[in-house]
């Protein structure tokens, strides 16, 4: 595993990391000694899984507690993780309608939208610069 660490570098950012396949992702890249950053909405839930990462395989996990179908998102976690290097994006976050389409309302959809589609694009414009700078001087 520590390949992955050689391959990807020091830091991963993990979008919808408290629970799934998000947390299994975080729980996979931890061990292999890489250090986390961990998205999501719950931050009881976000801090109890950061602590047991932390003690599991002793790697630095930052938690943001925020909603990525805000808007807003992208620039919070930007202004957040400030000047850190992201060498791996894992965005496993998501939002889906069970029903007649008709029966949504359109908020609902801008959000889904939001989640599905704009702000993991404005993650990877974000990070991804970066990523792909690391990825050729291998």
Same mark, same amino acid.
């Given at each position: ?61 930052? #938690?943001? #507690? #925020? ?72």
């Amino acid at each position: 595993m520590n390949n992955l660490l050689h391959k990807y570098g020091n830091t991963a950012l993990i979008a919808g990391a408290s629970e799934g396949l998000g947390a299994a992702f975080a729980a996979y890249l931890g061990a292999a000694g890489i250090n986390l950053v961990l998205v999501a909405r719950r931050e009881k839930t976000l801090e109890k899984f950061a602590a047991d990462l932390r003690s599991s395989f002793n790697i630095d996990v930052d #938690c943001i #507690c #925020c909603d990525l179908a805000d808007v807003n998102a992208t620039d919070y976690l930007q202004e957040v993780i400030g000047k850190k290097e992201i060498n791996l994006l894992v965005y496993n976050a998501a939002l889906s309608h069970i029903g007649a389409f008709e029966k949504q309302s359109l908020e609902s959809y801008m959000k889904t939208t939001q989640v599905n589609m704009i702000t993991p694009m404005k993650l990877f414009h974000v990070f991804g610069e970066a990523m792909l700078t690391k990825e050729k001087e291998l």
